[in-house]
């Protein structure tokens, strides 16, 4: 009987080389925020530029390493539904602290 925590089965190639292709891909876009950070971009538009790769990174690991990509699909809707509700949040307090 399959543990619950595990994905489907595949080949152990795939499932490290997925890790690796995505651990490398988070640390290039780690990178590139910190480039744009030390190039002395504005911050109008470091601000969405930032906010759009972390929301990429966010989505990569939790569909890879958290296996929301083989779990049900209402999962991976709450997991969603509740980043872009924490980033709702986020910017409307951003915004209210800016206009006080």
């Known amino acids: 009987m399959a ?3 595990e994905p489907p089965s595949q080949s152990g190639g795939g499932v490290t080389r997925s890790y690796v292709v995505v651990g490398i891909t988070l640390g290039v876009l780690t990178i590139i925020v910190l ?3 030390y190039a002395g971009v504005p911050v109008a538009i470091l601000v969405p530029i930032v906010v759009v790769l972390a929301a990429v990174q966010v989505y990569l690991q939790a569909d ?3 296996h929301l990509n083989h779990g049900r699909r209402l999962y ?3 997991f969603v539904a509740g980043g872009l509700l924490a980033i709702t949040i986020i910017f409307t307090a951003m915004v209210l602290m800016w206009q006080t």
Do not use: P, R, S
Request: hydrophobic share 85%; net charge negative; proline share 0%.
């Open 64 to 66: 890879v390493w958290m």
């Open 35 to 37: 480039a744009l950070a």
């Open 3 to 5: 543990d619950a925590h």
């Open 76 to 78: 991976a809707i709450f």
